[in-house]
């Protein structure tokens, strides 16, 4: 059974609790801040997230948590994980290449 598209949209943001698709601003995207400031503000979400997912698991385990929370802060927190490793690798093989140039 073919699948449509906007369909499964619409699904996936009635779950994630978005009513509709927001585009893109274009001035979001302009710098309003130095690299370091990003970086500490990325790193603060990444925390922020993981300590949720911990949060969310003890409560599991003192059996005071709803089974869907727990489930959703533990994928949120996975993915965040998985991007911060996937980010941390290519950083590390950039630094590599750089290394490799001949001076």
Do not use: C, H
């Not at 927190?77 to 290449?97: G, H, K, M, N, S």
């Amino acid at each position: 059974m073919p699948v449509n598209f906007t369909d499964a949209i619409g699904a996936y943001q009635k779950v994630a609790g978005k009513d509709s698709i927001k585009p893109l601003d274009s001035g979001a995207m302009t710098p309003k801040q130095d690299f370091a400031s990003t970086l500490r503000g990325m790193a603060d979400e990444v925390v922020g997230t993981l300590n949720e997912g911990e949060t969310q698991s003890l409560k599991a385990a003192a059996g005071t948590a709803d089974l869907t929370d727990v489930v959703t802060a533990m994928s949120k927190a996975e993915v965040t994980l998985q991007t911060v490793v996937t980010v941390r690798d290519r950083v590390v093989q950039a630094y590599q290449e750089i290394l490799r140039m001949p001076i």
